[in-house]
T-cell receptor
């Protein structure tokens, strides 16, 4: 089975621009979560999608948004980029179990640099 | 509310000696607990998970962790460190409320260095 894939792997943008990142989960996984990883803040949960609906959301401003398609692929969008948005963005997919989260499988991440 | 605390930001051990990475958690509900490893410039990989079965959990690469409810701990151990174990380790907690509101919380990470 192919793993979680994320595109692009690297991205350079300037302040004020917007960016869209893509994630393809493992086949059969319907839950997709996004995380931001920075040296200062560590790993922070952005949001989770399940069956095309946002099921959970972290504490990020509205500039961060996402969506999930019927084939479970997900995109996240960041508008009006700020320097502080420079980070590794990780996507993870999982199956869904009754009563909570199952183990997550992570992609290699997209390294976003905002200049 | 849930929280997870990794007590050491950096641990350094000699190759061949035991590894102990400490994790304490707080959860209002029965938790699921995980340890993930992240090698440089890579995504995270699951090492092991606890989901209310046996309290001693064995994972990949010789790692294991013990769930101690009385101490609210889930420390990660390995009897003998290998150079390839050098990486960042994350302790993760999620509650199992059985609702869509379940959340997953990552610890701040412990960087493990291995001395030759």
């Amino acid at each position: 089975k192919a793993g979680v894939t994320q595109t692009p792997r690297y991205l350079i943008k300037t302040r004020g621009q917007q960016v869209t990142l893509s994630c393809s989960p493992i086949s059969g996984h319907r839950s997709v979560s996004w995380y931001q990883q920075t040296p200062g803040q560590g790993l922070q949960f952005l949001f989770e999608y399940f069956s095309e609906t946002q099921r959970n959301k972290g504490n990020f401003p509205g500039r961060f948004s996402g969506r999930q398609f019927s084939n479970s692929r997900s995109e996240m969008n960041v508008s009006t980029l700020e320097l502080g948005d420079s980070a590794l963005y990780l996507c993870a997919s999982s199956t869904v179990i009754a009563g909570g989260y199952n183990e997550q499988f992570f992609g290699p991440g997209t390294r976003l640099t905002v200049l | 509310a849930q929280s997870v605390t990794q007590l050491d930001s950096h641990v350094s051990v000699s190759e061949g000696t035991p590894v102990l990475l400490r994790c304490n958690y707080s959860s209002s509900y029965s938790p699921s607990l995980f340890w993930y490893v992240q090698h440089p410039n890579k995504g995270l990989q699951l090492l092991l998970k606890y989901t209310s079965a046996a309290t001693l959990v064995k994972g990949i690469n010789g790692f294991e962790a013990e769930f101690k409810k009385s101490e609210t701990s889930f420390h990660l151990t390995k009897p003998s460190a290998h150079m390839s174990d050098a990486a960042e380790y994350f302790c993760v907690v999620s509650d199992r409320r059985g609702s869509s509101a379940s959340k997953i919380i990552f610890g701040s990470g412990t960087r493990l260095s291995i001395r030759p």
